[in-house]
C-alpha cells in the first residue's frame, strides 16, 4: 500500500512539474509565432492546452521511470542509453501531438482527414520545434536533477546550494548502517561481476523505501549502506527502525526474483545510533557532506556485534528508549560491553518487530 501510494504521489509531482515547465515554456516563448490549430486558441483554452501537455508527458515520464527503464537495465550501456533516448523523445512528441489533434477535433470540430492533416503541417512548425527541443531539454535537467536529489537526499542539495556546511555545523542526527550478511561467501560463490549485479539490485530496492522514509544517503561503501535523518525531525517516528523492516519485506516480496537470478537470498543486518556530529563540506575536487564524530564509530562496532549474537537489527540505548512504549516492536537487552576502541560500557538491544511491515 505504501508503495502504490508513493508512486501515485510521484506520478503527480511529475505532473506538476511537466505543467510548471510549459507554463515557464508559454511564458518565455509565448508559443512561437507560426500558423497552427494552437495560435486559434483563446489564452484560457492555450493554459488547457498546457495543463493536458503536462499530464500526458509527466504520466508518460512516470510510466517510462516505473516499468519500461527496470525492463531494459540489463541492456548494455550505449543500447540502453539510445534506448531511453527514444522512449523519451516518443513520449515528448506524443504529448505535444496530442493536445494538437485533442484541440482540432473537439474546440474547431475538424474531421480526422483534417485533423491530421493539420497535425502534419504543426510537425513542421516552429511552435512544434521549440516545444520539442524545450521539453527534450527540461527533461534532461529533471533527469539530472532527480539522479542528483536521490543520490544525496531532500535536504543535502539545499543545503550545498547555499553552502550551509562550508563552515562546520554541529547536528544532532540518527545513522543506520545496513550491512550484507556473509558478504565474502556470497562474493566467491557469485563471482565479482555477479556479486556487483546483486549488490545493484538490493540497493535499487533499498533507494524506494530510501525515498518513502526521506532518509538521507551518507555513503555505499562496497555492500554497506549509511543512511541518516536529524534527530529532531525522526525521534517520534523511529524511521530507522521502520526503514529496515520495510527493505526486509521489501526483499521478500522479491525473493523469487533473486533465487531465479542469483540463486540465493541476500539478507541483511543493521545497526542505529543517535547523538551530536560534526557535518562540514569537503573541499576537494568532489564536493560531499562529511560527518565526523563518536556516533558514527560507535555505531560501527554496534553493527560488528550482530554477526557475533547473530542478531539482524542492534539499537543503542539512546535509539532504544525511543520505542520502548511502542505496540510495533519489542526490546531486549543484548549486552551491556566496551566496544572495540572504546573506554566506557554501552548497551546494545535487540528490537524486534512485532507485526510484519509493508511498503
Same mark, same amino acid.
Given at each position: 500500500m505504501k508503495k502504490k501510494s508513493g508512486k501515485i504521489t510521484e506520478v503527480i509531482a511529475l505532473?506538476?512539474?511537466?505543467?510548471?515547465?510549459? =507554463?515557464?515554456?508559454? =511564458?518565455?516563448?509565448?508559443?512561437?509565432?507560426?500558423?497552427?490549430?494552437?495560435?486559434?486558441?483563446?489564452?484560457?483554452?492555450?493554459?488547457?492546452?498546457?495543463? =493536458?501537455?503536462? =499530464?500526458?508527458?509527466?504520466?508518460?515520464?512516470?510510466?517510462?521511470e516505473f516499468n519500461v527503464l527496470p525492463r531494459i537495465a540489463h541492456l548494455p550501456r550505449r543500447l540502453y542509453t539510445l534506448s531511453r533516448f527514444l522512449i523519451t523523445t516518443t513520449t515528448v512528441i506524443s504529448g505535444i501531438v496530442l493536445v494538437q489533434i485533442l484541440f482540432a477535433r473537439i474546440y474547431l470540430d475538424k474531421s480526422w482527414a483534417a485533423t491530421f492533416m493539420d497535425t502534419g503541417i504543426f510537425l513542421q512548425t516552429g511552435i512544434f520545434w521549440s516545444s520539442f527541443i524545450y521539453l527534450m531539454l527540461f527533461s534532461i535537467v529533471l533527469n539530472m536533477f532527480k539522479v542528483v536529489h536521490y543520490h544525496i537526499g531532500p535536504g543535502t542539495m539545499f543545503n550545498f546550494i547555499t553552502g550551509k556546511y562550508r563552515i562546520p555545523q554541529e547536528e544532532d542526527r540518527i545513522f543506520l548502517f545496513i550491512d550484507l550478511k556473509s558478504s565474502t561467501t556470497i562474493a566467491e560463490q557469485l563471482g565479482h561481476a555477479r556479486y556487483s549485479r546483486l549488490l545493484n539490485t538490493c540497493f535499487n530496492d533499498l533507494a524506494e523505501v530510501i525515498r518513502f522514509h526521506e532518509a538521507e544517503i551518507y555513503q555505499f561503501v562496497g555492500d554497506e549502506a549509511v543512511l541518516t535523518w536529524r534527530t529532531d525531525a525522526d525521534q517520534k517516528k523511529a524511521r530507522c527502525i521502520k526503514l529496515f523492516y520495510d527493505f526486509k519485506n521489501r526483499l521478500a516480496q522479491n525473493r523469487t526474483l533473486y533465487l531465479d537470478k542469483f540463486g540465493i537470498f541476500p539478507e541483511f543486518k543493521a545497526a542505529a545510533h543517535t547523538g551530536l556530529v560534526s557535518a562540514s563540506e569537503a573541499q576537494g575536487g568532489k564536493r560531499e557532506l562529511l560527518y565526523h564524530g563518536d556516533v558514527l564509530n560507535t555505531c560501527a562496532r554496534i553493527l560488528e556485534l550482530c554477526s557475533r549474537y547473530k542478531k539482524e537489527l542492534l539499537l543503542s540505548e539512546s535509539v532504544a528508549d525511543w520505542i520502548r512504549q511502542s505496540p510495533d516492536y519489542t526490546l531486549e537487552h543484548v549486552e551491556e560491553c566496551i566496544l572495540r576502541g572504546k573506554e566506557e560500557y554501552t548497551s546494545v538491544f535487540e528490537v524486534r518487530q512485532a507485526q510484519a511491515a509493508t511498503v
Open positions: 505532473m506538476a512539474v511537466y505543467i510548471g515547465g510549459l =507554463i515557464l515554456f508559454r =511564458i518565455l516563448n509565448k508559443l512561437g509565432s507560426d500558423s497552427s490549430t494552437m495560435e486559434k486558441l483563446p489564452d484560457n483554452l492555450v493554459t488547457v492546452a498546457i495543463a =493536458i501537455s503536462g =499530464i500526458v508527458t509527466g504520466a508518460g515520464m512516470a510510466f517510462i
